[in-house]
Structure formats: C-alpha cells, structure tokens
C-alpha cells in the first residue's frame, strides 16, 4: 500500500476533537473542558481553533496569539489553527460560522464539545433549528422586540421566549448562546461533525470576583490590571504562569482594552459619512460615535457615552475594531456567507504532525504554516483547482482580503506591547509558528 492509500485509510479511522478557544488566559476552567472533552469523545487527535490578537468581545488578549498557542501545547492541544480576525471580532452568530468553518473544512474533524451553562444539548439543538427554519410566528415577535429598542441578540432572545414552552433561562446565558449559533452553523455547512455540550464549571466569564482556582478569565485579568500578579498563581496552570512571566519580562504584555485609547484621534476626525461602508454601524451608531469623541478625551468616557439598552458595551468595542480594521460591509457579509478561506497554523505537537500530514489532503482550503508566503500558498492552490487537483472552497480577493486583516490586527496589537522596542509591525511575519512542545 503506497503513503497516499495510507494517509486515506488513517483519515476512515481517526476521531479528531476540534474545540473552539480564546484562552485569555488559560485558566483551570480551560484545562477541565480539555480533559473532560478528550474524556467523552476519546479522540486520536485534538485541534483548537483559538482568536488570534484580538477576542469576541471586542478587547486585546492580554498576550499575543503565539504565546497562547505555546500554552495551548503545553496542555492536550495537537495542533491550533487561528480563528480569522473578521470571525473573532463579530458577535456570537458571526463568531460561530468563522469557528465551525475552520473544523468542517480541515476534512478530518469529527466531533465538536463546548462548555455551556445548562450542557442541555437537546434544548440548544432545538433552539437551533427553530432560529434556523424561522416560524412567522417567531419573526412577528422579533420585529415588536426590535421596534421596543431592545438590541439584536436581546430581541431575539425575547422572542424565542415568546415562542417556546420552557427552559427559558437558558436563552440569557452566554455560553448557551453560543452553543446554539454552534448547531447553527454545523446546520449552516451541513456538516457531519457531530455535537456535544458539557457543563461549565467555575465562574461565569463576565465575572470579574477573583474566586482563586475558579476564577474567570475577566477575573484573572482584572487581577493582573491592578499589578496583582503574584495573586493569580492559584488560579491558572503551571505554564500559563511560566508563559505569561516570559512575556511580561520583555515587555510583550499585558495589554488591555484602555491601552487603546489612542483610537479617540481617529474618531474625532471622522464624520457620519465616514461609518457609511464600515460593518456593524447602523441604527444611529454612527451618530453616536462621532458626538462621542468630540465630547470626551477619556477613553471610557466615550465608551460610556455610546452605551444604551440598544448598544452594548460588547458591541461597542467590536465596532472600534470594525472601524480600526477596516472591515466593510460587503467582505464581512461575503465572509459569513462563504466561510473561512484558509488554515493558518499557529502552532502543533510531533503528533499534532502526523494529522497535518492528512489535512493536506482532505482540507478544502488552503493551509498557510509561513505567513510571507500566503500569496504563494493562494498561487499553488488556484494551479491545482486548474489542474483538476482535490477540490478547494476559495475565493482569492476574500483569501487576501481575510488574510491581510489579520496582518492588520497584528501590527496594530503591537503598539500596546509596554515594551515599544517590542512594538514594531510584522509580528506574523517574524513569529515562528510553535511546533513540538510535549503535553503537560
């Protein structure tokens, strides 16, 4: 049997665990849903799909994306696959597509687990299909939500509970939520990996109450914003210690949201006009943003002044990344509905290896492993669709476009490093990615 007969028959008979992480930081409640995942699905190979420089709700990691993949190695992970900034900075549905695209179209996942409140797999499947094949009754209910000035996932939320009989705490849970644009988007790409939800344990990621080893990730930080650092070695594993200490030294963190007010100068040049193309505005925001920053010099100051029932504080900060990254309507929108373009490599194990070896021939976009030569990977991938060669989901001006947002991302992330010496543009371009670190 030649390689290529080998590769195919390993692909029939290996189970993968694809999970889908921010781990900002890696905490204990992180490595509990690493090992009951690896526990309930018994996989040979596990693939993280993590946010790279910047997470959902719109804030900086506290270290870049190449430290957390170091740790993410460190702790069960094989390989890790960055999440395209366009996905990690939208809300919940936006965020899931990016996610569940990554897995489908590595070809090789074959299960997916997430952390909910309830861990109610049922209930959030139902939900799923019910916002997926939308009943009128379901979508008169949204509009009157909607019309009361509630904001979109709060409306939707409202409505649903119009809608269904019970279980209707769930639908205000983050986690839950997420779960259910997760079945969504499994539902969206008809895929065949299959779900499954297990309870969240510690506490919840918003709050911010330094609980020792059950603390949240928001808590970590906290403690870590008020020079607290000694005080969190309770509360997150060996090597997200060891890791952050390193980065930390050199002066490549922490970095936290109120390190970008220097975005304040943007706005205050910008008129109403200027948001006209840019993704998430809409509904008045614009206005708000542009009164705001002429309003204020203090960076939270103008947060605040933004903020209503309508514009959450999370939405908020995502459209200061929207409006910083240049993330028009028409490619944000032409990426939720096409998917994911590529597979960047951030970091994988030796074992991790021998499943990159396979994805090479099952994935259905292109792999990127060096980041100069993401052009190059682009020119050989439309060569071999020419060719007749495997069968690829790519669209080369989205490919670019996705592709150079997170460059983008990247620079700008570095001008909050402490250390300005550390601060110069090009990090994906010198960053290694990480490769054969031993699990923990």
Known sequence: MNKTSDENSMKEHIKVLGIVVEYNPLHFGHLNHIHQSIELVNPDYVIAVMSGNFCQRG???????????????????????ELPTVYAIQDAGGFALGSIGILERTGVVTDIVFGSESGDLEFISKIAHLLTYQSPEFEQSFKRQLKKGYSYPNARKYALM??????????????????????RALLKYDSKIKPHAIQRVGADYSDETYRGQFSSASAIRKAISHGEFCKISNAVPEWTLKVMESEFEKGRGPVFWNNMEFVLAMFRKMKREDFENIYSFNEGLDLRFVESARATGDFQDFVDRIKTKRFTYSRIRRAILHVLF????????????????YLRILGFTEKGRELLRIMKKSATIPMISTASLYKNVLDETQKKISEGKGHFEVEPELYIWQFERDILASDLYTLMYPNKKEAAAGMDFRQPVRTSFPSA
């Open 326 to 341: 240049e993330m028009r309507k028409k490619e944000v929108e032409l990426s939720d509905e096409r998917g994911p373009q």
């Open 162 to 183: 119009e809608v269904i009989d019970d279980g209707m705490e769930k639908l205000s849970k983050p986690n839950d939520i997420l779960g259910i644009e997760y079945v």
């Open 59 to 81: 804030e900086p990691a506290i270290i870049n994306k190449f430290a957390r993949t170091e740790i993410a190695l460190r702790y069960g992970i094989d390989i890790v696959l």
